[in-house]
């Protein structure tokens, strides 16, 4: 399948966009202006202004003497480059790739003004629609009915579609006669146009025109040798690039998902019914690719488009990674009530931001199985996890260390095997505090269990004892002093896990005792 470009251009980009946020100033002549040197120089003119002969570059002074009662707005700095960044992410609407059409391949050009335009790839894209022009139209209309003057074009190739948009033929309403250049087709349609359809330098271009080269099929059939020779490589280069004997890549404004499926809808849906039969489906095409390919996604983000501009989203985590459809749309199906649809959605995009091989073995625990191995037992974690937050669940491993509070780790998957087992040859409390508590203690000494202690204000007196269990800290992490452990039950039967930390006798650092942990 032949790549397919769009390029659209914004004729009057910012002072479209003040006349949105302004409507006083659709029926008079304003520009906008900046800065330069000590004086203030249009950097836009609406149609208006222009009709009366005010250009770009000119000072507002000179302006102002053509039309006495011009409005002068300050241009924001900046302002182009935001309002086209906004404009591509709106356009991910109709193509994941969409971006600003800044050139590349070459310095930029200064023989034509800064980007005023998108570059989107549409290839595969159209037929949602219902094909090329349909696609086109709709994408036209939307941005005229949000106030903007656009022209665009489609074509193979991203220099032959920025070409024909700026330098076509138009019709009654501005736009190009031929804005879809059938594939295969875009030498034909550019041969006609000047060198400035090209994407080229002010100086090449001021060669072009004394050498009395005024349309690009004038320099097509010339020799290349002559033409490196004469204009550079830089002439070259956007001739193939043009002509799509040389690939160019466009820098999406928001990077494609790897694993992405679209659905367009042919009216607004308003529904939760509605939604819930563009997500199952949106589920099928993409576990169904990755069923293929033994993957399975980790996290997914479902996205509506809605008419008025706005996106309304919501996301899912699991455990393992899967493919289980019926799984992932329960997980979903909790949130669908946080979408508000109003006043309808249009597009709808399912994305798995995370994707992980699925074993064989996994594929085969769907009936039965025990342990963290059985899917039945992380389906159930993803169905906990999306009601209160994954960060009420935790799993931890045994961690290689000596020191109690460093013997274990969080990990975030069920998967993930620990380096070794959990000691089984020495009693362990249940429930370990995060850092020892320290306690008062009453023990002979000087090796004895206590035989009693204060915790939390509270006078606990020990009926029974076992112990010690000396831990020492690795040497190489940090020269800690040893630890005797201690498990003790009191009156009440609660069962505690103490240690002394160092021996008493000692002049300069005296025995000190802690609560590190509880028994069941």
């Known amino acids: ?58 000072a507002v002074a000179d302006a102002r003497a053509l039309i006495p009662s011009l409005e002068v707005l300050d241009d924001p700095p900046g302002l182009a480059g935001k309002l086209l960044h906004s404009l591509a992410l709106w356009c991910i609407r109709y193509t994941p790739v969409s971006g600003i059409d800044a050139p590349s391949g070459i310095d930029a050009p200064s023989g034509i003004d800064a980007p005023s335009g998108l570059v989107l790839d549409v290839s595969g894209c159209s037929h949602l629609w219902g094909g090329e022009p349909e696609y086109l139209e709709g994408i036209l209309t939307r941005l005229g009915v949000n106030g903007y003057s656009v022209r665009a074009a489609m074509a193979d190739t991203i220099g032959a579609a920025w070409g024909i948009a700026r330098y076509g033929g138009m019709d009654r309403s501005g736009r190009p006669v031929a804005p879809i250049i059938e594939s295969g087709a875009q030498t034909t349609a550019l041969l006609p146009l000047p060198p400035t359809a090209l994407r080229l330098d002010a100086a090449i271009l001021d060669r072009l025109q004394r050498l009395g080269l005024y349309r690009i099929g004038d320099i097509a059939g010339m020799p290349r040798s002559a033409l490196r020779r004469r204009f550079g490589p830089a002439l070259l280069l956007r001739l193939d690039q043009a002509f799509g004997r040389e690939p160019e890549v466009i820098e999406p404004v928001q990077p494609v998902a790897a694993y992405q499926e679209r659905l367009p809808c042919l009216e607004p849906i308003q529904t939760a019914g509605g939604i819930e039969i563009a997500l199952t489906r949106l589920l099928e095409m993409l576990c169904g690719r990755l069923q293929r390919e033994g993957k399975g996604l980790r996290t997914a983000i479902f996205t509506g488009y809605r008419v008025d501009g706005k996106l309304v989203q919501i996301d899912i985590g699991t455990n393992r990674a899967t493919h289980h459809i019926q799984h992932l749309f329960k997980l979903f199906e909790q949130k669908i009530p946080t979408i508000e649809p109003d006043p309808g959605i249009e597009l709808f995009v399912l994305e798995a931001r995370i994707v992980e091989d699925v074993t064989p073995k996994q594929e085969l625990l ?39 509070e460093r013997s274990l780790e969080p990990v975030a998957s069920l998967d993930q095997k ?27 000494i000087p090796d004895y269990p206590p035989m009693h202690f204060r915790y939390k204000g509270k006078l606990h007196r020990v009926i029974k004892s076992d112990g010690p269990e000396r831990i020492e800290q690795e040497w190489w992490i940090e020269n800690a002093r040893h630890r005797d452990y201690y498990a003790v039950e009191d009156e009440e039967g609660a069962r505690y896990w103490l240690f002394r930390s160092g021996h008493y006798g000692e002049e300069n650092q005296p025995a000190r005792w802690f609560l590190h942990g509880f028994f069941a």
């Open 1 to 58: 399948m032949a790549s397919r470009f769009v390029s659209l251009w914004f004729r009057q980009l910012t002072t479209d966009y003040f006349s949105l946020r302004r409507p006083a100033l659709r029926p008079i002549p304003f520009v906008l202006a900046a800065p330069d040197h000590g004086r203030m120089i249009i950097s836009a003119a609406n149609l208006l202004a222009q009709d009366q002969g005010v250009t770009k570059g000119m």
């Open 366 to 404: 769907w009936h039965g199985a025990c342990g963290l191995e059985d899917t039945r037992l992380s389906e159930l974690l993803d169905r906990v996890a999306n009601k209160v937050g994954a960060q009420a669940i935790h799993r931890y491993i045994p961690s290689e260390h000596h020191w109690p």
């Open 418 to 444: 620990p380096a070794s087992g959990w000691p089984v040859n020495r009693p362990r409390p249940i429930h370990l505090l995060p850092s020892p508590h320290p306690i008062e203690v009453a023990a002979p």
